[in-house]
């Protein structure tokens, strides 16, 4: 059974600015969004629960510089994604 993948729109802003700059970096984010809907906490590749701030969220590298932050809304069966870009 599938995940439903919600958007913020700072995470719609991330993802246009991320096709801009590369072509390699959107298809990257897209197998990462991809594995998200099937199964957000599959490994590999690894992710990383936040701590602070952004507690109860996920992190996983779409690169050495840009990351994918996102929420797992269990009951709901979905997937919040809140950034695509790079670390603040």
């Known amino acids: 059974m599938s995940w439903t993948v919600l958007f913020t729109k700072q995470a719609q802003k991330d993802a246009r600015k991320l096709a ?3 072509p390699a970096l ?3 984010a897209q197998a990462l969004l991809d594995l998200l809907a099937a199964d ?3 490994q ?3 992710y990383e629960a936040l701590v602070g701030d ?4 996920c992190s996983r ?3 050495i510089q840009h990351r994918l932050v996102y929420q797992v809304l269990e009951d709901l069966r979905l997937v ?3 950034r695509m870009w790079t670390r603040n």
């Open 80 to 82: 919040k994604v809140l």
């Open 54 to 57: 952004l507690s109860g969220c």
């Open 40 to 42: 957000p906490y599959q």
């Open 44 to 46: 590999p590749p690894p």
């Open 20 to 22: 801009s700059a590369s």
């Open 26 to 28: 959107k298809q990257k």
């Open 61 to 63: 590298r779409i690169n």
